[in-house]
């Protein structure tokens, strides 16, 4: 799944790794709420994060959310043009919103949206290409990466 072709830099494989490693440990621990995400801007991870919802009982505390916030911080501006989303996860529509807020005009996630449960999406009949197709191609989105390594994590329970 993707936007137009995308190269991943070796700093973003890196960080996709990480990202996909640190969903992995949570779920092997037991957590329930395992999204990850990371943020790289010129060459360098600049923010990891795990999804917070659970631990604030704040639903926005999402993992790329807590990621984009910690960007800005980290560069000093809300502005983030330039950086990419990493996230275990295809973003839902209110990580892709605040991306496009920030600016981040690249995102890369393991888990597609067509492999996982459905509890994931609140807007079910909206894909990532319709956002994307709604802010004229404004960001490009490269899924699949690694999924392999987490798609267990945000497979749909079996009944029973």
């Known amino acids: ?47 990891t994060a795990r999804n917070e ?17 910690q960007a800005a911080k980290a560069a000093g501006d809300r502005d983030l043009s330039g950086a ?25 996630f393991a888990a597609q949206k067509a492999n996982i449960a459905d509890t994931y999406f609140r807007f079910p009949g909206l894909e990532i290409s319709d956002f994307h197709a709604a802010c004229d191609g404004g960001f490009d989105y490269l899924g699949g990466v690694q999924e392999d390594r987490v798609a267990h994590i945000y497979a749909a329970k079996a009944d029973g």
């Open 1 to 47: 799944m993707t936007a137009r072709r995308m190269t991943i830099t070796e700093v973003e494989q890196d960080a996709m790794r990480a990202v996909t490693d640190h969903a992995c440990a949570l779920h092997a621990a037991g957590r329930d709420i395992v999204f990850t995400a990371a943020v790289v801007l010129d060459g360098q991870v600049i923010a």
């Open 53 to 69: 919802v659970g631990d604030s009982d704040d639903p926005s505390r999402h993992a790329e959310v807590v990621a984009i916030a």
């Open 84 to 108: 990419t989303l990493l996230a275990s996860c295809q973003p839902c529509e209110m990580c892709l919103a605040t991306m496009r807020w920030a600016g981040i005009e690249r995102v890369i």
